[in-house]
């Protein structure tokens, strides 16, 4: 899990990065740590502006909110 956070909290502009943070969530579902999930969820949306032109045609903020 320290990995996961350090990926997903330095590079979530990524749409890889992004794109397989998500389908760990989807994936693990109620598995998935809550308190590590708050953490990562969290950088995501405060780091919005690196991602925006990134993600444009992509549906991962559709993912994302559908994860929180």
């Not at 590079?11 to 579902?29: I, P, Q």
């Not at 999930?37 to 992509?58: C, E, P, R, Y």
Request: aromatic letters at 8%; a negative charge; one cysteine or more.
């Amino acid at each position: 899990m320290p990995m996961v956070i350090h990926l997903v909290t330095m590079t979530d502009w990524s749409t890889y990065v992004m794109s397989k943070f998500l389908l760990l969530c989807e994936r693990a579902g109620n598995a998935y740590p809550i308190d590590d999930f708050i953490v990562q969820a969290a950088a995501v949306l405060s780091n919005t502006d690196n991602s925006k032109g990134n993600w444009v045609g992509t549906s991962l903020a559709a993912r994302t909110a559908a994860t929180v």
